[in-house]
């Protein structure tokens, strides 16, 4: 199994409200990331997660919060979002989580903030 | 911090013309990706380029890794309506430093 699965695929919400975002592999990979994803540009890193600990945090605002409640699960909390929050939130994971290895992505979130 | 830059940003092609797209780095990469991104898709892995001077071919595609190992570029011969998406380099940084893209367009 090769693939890194996410749910919702689509997320309206209002800038009151709280969500989650979840993703999920199989493949026995140690290393997880969520990446940000404007129309048009590339991924942004957000977070890393290696061994289930969170290892690098790109200065994301707090209203951005990861957990990683095993080596195959990992959320993303969303609480008070803005507009410009409204982006594609793509999940991946690494054997590792060396800076060297392949990155296997996820279909991703689509949020919409209102 | 280290940047990718890539280029064109666009490039549109007709159907059966060759289309390549440039990754150039000011420090030396360990090694170099591209990634491949469908319309309304997620980023797919296509390659790995390690060895300074390596080439690897994919059917269509040509990788190429720059002697310095500061370069790459992608080379798709004969275009296909399939080959649509746009085309990442990413290196080594943090965890992987995306360039910005090409985005290929083909019209049969």
């Known amino acids: 199994d090769t693939e890194v699965t996410q749910t919702p695929k689509h997320l309206v919400m209002g800038m009151t409200n709280k969500k989650s975002l979840k993703c999920e592999q199989h493949?026995?990979?140690?290393?997880m990331y969520w990446y940000k994803q404007k129309a048009k540009k590339p991924p942004e890193l957000m977070f890393v997660?290696?061994?289930?600990?969170?290892?690098i945090n790109e200065s994301v605002p707090s209203r951005f919060s990861p957990e990683c409640p095993n080596s195959s699960l990992l959320n993303l909390h969303l609480h008070a979002l803005q507009p410009e929050d409204s982006a594609l939130y793509l999940c991946?994971?690494?054997?590792?989580?060396?800076?060297?290895?392949?990155?296997?992505f996820g279909p991703g979130t689509r949020l919409l903030v209102l | 911090g280290q940047q990718v830059m890539q280029i064109p940003q666009y490039q549109h092609v007709q159907e059966g013309e060759d289309f390549t797209t440039y990754c150039n780095s000011s420090?030396?990469?360990?090694?170099i990706q591209w990634y491949k991104q469908r319309p309304g898709g997620h980023p797919v892995f296509l390659i790995q380029?390690?060895?300074?001077?390596e080439v690897k071919k994919q059917k269509r595609l040509t990788f190429q890794f720059g002697e310095a190992k500061k370069n790459s570029s992608l080379h798709i011969t004969a275009t296909q309506t399939t080959d649509v998406g746009t085309y990442f380099c990413?290196?080594?940084?943090?965890?992987?430093?995306f360039g910005k893209g090409t985005t290929l367009s083909v019209s049969s």
């Open positions: 991946a994971s690494s054997h590792f989580g060396d800076r060297q290895e392949t990155q296997y």
């Open positions: 493949m026995g990979h140690r290393a």
């Open positions: 997660y290696s061994y289930e600990k969170l290892s």
């Open positions: 420090t030396t990469l360990s090694n």
């Open positions: 380029l390690v060895k300074s001077g």
């Open positions: 990413a290196g080594p940084g943090t965890a992987l430093i």
